[in-house]
């Protein structure tokens, strides 16, 4: 690497848990002062701002409900994002995938009466199914047509939109008689059981805390999570140990497409009780964003669905508490992915002195 004065660059081959700590802990505190000078710059009380923005996150025990609510499509997302980033297999269609997977339990659901047991397991089932199909067959178009995985999955997302759209504006989704373009609402003896009665905190969540372990134990102690991180690190000579392309490209997006479409069928089935076509719009670009700011590491996909659960519920507050608008907002969480996407590229580097013994 490049020399800075009497020292050089040089990366390392495995991060210290030391750096990480202390490159993310910098993160943090360049994010809260970069957030801090662009409050001051639209003329915010930047004290009143935090203060909002704490409270609404984890003020008290509604508060901290709400963020766990809004922290389950973003972790089933980010840990799509992760199960394939590890595996350098690029799925950006995770936007599409929530959507499919909210669309194919709603469908099975109202097109079959199940008692209300095999109702739940058949949400998650087809909102996995939903997910995993579009995920699947854009692993297909790679290992058969050798499609750019980016370009099929983004393309994915445009076209499972436009089959909602037909769906809702053809009526067929929809009550003739009402206004909205969206379906009609989900009768309360078909949603998901709430984990604590009287809060809307749902069997989603303890679906996504599973799914964070069972994805960690997969990549840290199996046989396949040690495939997908051979493949991610050198495709080339995973082949050569026996991994077949075709198989990873195929299961990878399979199941990271599955994982996205459980957060779509959960918060539909959990806190819609609708589909409509803005409903669920953002939650999988921001589970992209949870994904890459957790280094694509399950446990830390859990911890930043939760930072980013408590932004979002969080900055309803700062909107009405400390007049902040929505779109001040999102730039902060774009402040707070920019910042520990540097932490994530520093802590993978350390300064050695010029002619020194490493």
Known sequence: ?????????????????????????????LAI????????????????AFEALVIGAFGDLDSIIGT?????PLALAGLAT?????????NIGQEGQVFAGAMMAYWVTTSFDLPYVLHVIAIFLAGFAGGAGLGAFSGFLKARFSVDEIVSTVMMNYIVLF???????????????????????????DRLPALIAGTDLHLGFLVAVVAVFVVHFVLARTTFGFEIRAFGSNAEAARFRGTNPSRMFVLVLLISGG??????????????????????????????IVGV??????????????IFGGMAQGGL????????????????????????????????YRLVRVGADV
């Open 1 to 29: 690497m490049g020399a800075i004065g009497p020292y050089r660059l040089e990366r390392r081959v495995t991060p210290t848990l030391l750096g990480s700590i202390l490159s993310t802990s910098i993160a943090v505190v």
């Open 163 to 189: 089959v909602l759209s037909y769906l809702l504006t053809s009526r067929l989704w929809t009550d003739p008689s009402e206004y909205y373009l969206q379906t009609a609402q989900i009768p309360e003896s």
């Open 259 to 288: 994982l996205a479409g459980l957060g779509g069928a959960s918060q539909t089935f959990g806190i819609d009780f609708r589909i409509a076509q803005n409903f669920l719009i953002g939650l999988g670009s921001t589970g992209i």
């Open 317 to 348: 507050f700062m909107q009405v508490m400390a007049d902040v608008s929505a779109a001040i907002v999102s730039a902060m969480q774009g402040i707070v992915l920019i910042f520990f996407l540097c932490s994530s590229v520093v802590s993978r």
């Open 293 to 306: 700011i957790a280094g694509m590491r399950p446990l830390g996909i859990g911890v930043a669905a939760i």
């Open 68 to 72: 766990l609510i809004k922290a389950v």
């Open 33 to 48: 002062a970069a957030s801090a000078v662009l409050l001051l710059v639209v003329d915010v009380d930047v004290y009143e």
């Open 82 to 90: 992760g199960i394939a980033f590890r595996a350098k297999i690029w």
